[in-house]
């Protein structure tokens, strides 16, 4: 962890106090206060996170570790791809179920969500197989 | 793939988190690697056995 989290915790905390105050004085609707005040949680989060890794010897070894740790790693690639796969299923099945309901625009917005994940997976692969 | 980590472990008198902190990985991972869950990549198969002062054959038994 570098400075960048420092700086990154307070652009969020900045960006969700801002985002909360045009949603306050009634700028930007209640959407906007609600990202607001998420942004400010998770800067704040992040923030006190940093402060504990620069004071605390002990726990800046096990995040650390658990950064570099290769299993980790591993685990973390195999969860992004099982997610990545179920989703595309899940987009699938909700396609056809969508399609028997009649619900025309939710079928497409399932079938574009298959198409769009699909395609991404291609771009990736091809940039992947360059890489190694 | 089958490892002789816990046993050569047990023999030097040495704890898994000992193991994971000379190596710079989580007591998980030594734990994952012992009961064969996880393969290790090359690099840290070579840290392993360097730190037990043998050689990746003697710690690893590669199956056809």
Redesign the interface.
Known sequence: MKNRRWILSVVYMVLGIALFATAFFELLDSFWSGMGTALFVIGLLRLLQAIRYHSNAQYREDTD??I?????K?LSMKAWSWAGYLFVMIAAVATIVFKLLDMESEMFLASGAVCLVIILYWVSYLIVRKKY | MNNRIEEIRKEKSIRQEELAKALGVSRQTISSLETGRYNPSIQLAHKIARYFGLSIEDVFLFEE
Do not use: K, L, S
């Open positions: 570790t658990a570099g740790d290769e299993r980790n591993f």
